[in-house]
């Protein structure tokens, strides 16, 4: 399987740096080509050398653990299948299981960032592991949960929803990967997915603490399942029947902080020519989501059709100093990751 069918490479630019801090680089011999017969992998293809390790003897498996570490890192490095082809050429898929159970050992003391690592690399060796898809989900759940920035937790957090979703696709008799992705959806706020996924683990699960959990949070989703229809009734142009649905909750203190049942609401108005009714909702959007560029962009249209220059012009300067602030702490972040290269 192709590494861009397991990976978006997310969260690499977090990872990276690692490499250029631990390793240095260089080409194993030819009559160590030759006498190891992995001349056709590995000729002009160099090696990571541990920098803490430069003093030691390069046994087989330092090698092969340097090489499933800097993959890890990088799913895009330029020598990733020859290492690949190296590491399961000399240990076979063996290999995964101890990059596995290191990963867990990191992972237990709050290293989860190592952890992904290892995670990522187990899963580029073995696609088809069940643990390390299960494993390197909660490390990246454990990640951005203990992580600062809109970013990188937003980067951690998809990664750890596509990890297990990946893992129902392949073990959709495990009833975990059920459990943790509907918290992914319920993060995402779709709530309609995390009820099918928490039925699903309903119907696996044997487990009377989780199940309890479970059910609990399944009778708090009847309403967020309501307020999603309605959500997608707008999406699809059904805009009545959105505003039916959504508008009996407007008065709702449960939900009536919600900035995307405002925003819905505004959506469906402006979609009937209502500017008025649109323009109120979109503004009390803006009250619980102050820096939203998509609900300002509905405005400006609103404005723009209205004639309102001043209004139109306003929320156009704040969607630009939105963006531009957004572009800035994005550099901030890569600048202070990879500091050798600003």
């Known amino acids: 399987m192709e590494k861009e069918q397991q990976f978006k490479?997310?969260?690499?630019?977090?990872?990276?740096?690692?490499?250029?801090?631990?390793?240095?680089f260089d080409e194993l011999s030819d009559n160590y080509l030759n006498r190891a017969g992995i001349g056709d992998i590995m000729k002009d293809v160099p090696v990571p050398i541990r920098r803490a390790e430069l003093d030691q003897g390069l046994s087989t498996l330092a090698i092969a653990r340097n090489m499933a570490y800097v993959i890890g890192c990088d799913i895009n490095f330029r020598y990733a299948e020859n290492y690949k082809v190296y590491i399961l050429r000399t240990f076979t898929s063996d290999f995964v299981k101890p990059l596995i159970n290191e990963g867990v050992d990191l992972a237990a003391?709050?290293?989860?960032?190592?952890?992904?690592?290892?995670?990522?690399?187990?899963?580029?060796?073995?696609?088809e592991n069940r643990d390390a898809f299960y494993c390197y989900g909660r490390a990246c759940k454990d990640a951005y949960e203990n992580g600062e920035g809109e970013e990188y937790v937003g980067r951690f957090k998809a990664e750890s929803l596509e990890a297990f979703e990946k893992l129902t696709l392949k073990a959709p008799d495990y009833d975990m990967g059920f459990y943790f992705l509907g918290f992914g959806y319920i993060n995402l706020g779709l709530y309609i997915k995390a009820k099918l996924t928490w039925d699903r683990f309903m119907e696996l699960s044997e487990d009377g603490e989780l199940r309890a959990e479970?059910?609990?949070?399944?009778?708090?989703?009847?309403?967020p399942c309501k307020i999603e229809e309605g959500y997608n009734?707008?999406?699809s142009g059904r805009y009545e029947e959105g505003i039916a649905i959504l508008s009996d909750y407007e008065d709702d203190e449960r939900f009536n902080t919600w900035w995307p049942l405002w925003y819905y609401l505004g959506v469906a108005y402006k979609g009937l020519e209502l500017q008025e009714e649109a323009e109120q909702r979109l503004l009390r959007a803006l009250q619980y989501s102050p820096s939203n560029t998509d609900v300002m962009g509905e405005l400006v249209e609103i404005y723009d059709a209205c004639g309102n220059e001043e209004k139109r012009l306003k929320y156009e300067k704040k969607i630009r100093i939105v963006r531009e602030?957004?572009?800035?702490?994005?550099?901030?972040?890569r600048a202070a990751a990879m500091p050798g290269l600003s």
């Open 233 to 235: 009734a707008v999406l």
């Open 109 to 127: 003391h709050d290293s989860y960032e190592e952890a992904c690592i290892l995670f990522r690399a187990a899963i580029l060796l073995d696609p």
């Open 325 to 333: 602030n957004a572009e800035k702490d994005r550099e901030e972040k």
């Open 214 to 223: 479970i059910r609990g949070l399944l009778d708090k989703l009847t309403e």
């Open 9 to 24: 490479d997310r969260i690499s630019d977090y990872l990276i740096p690692r490499i250029e801090e631990g390793f240095l």
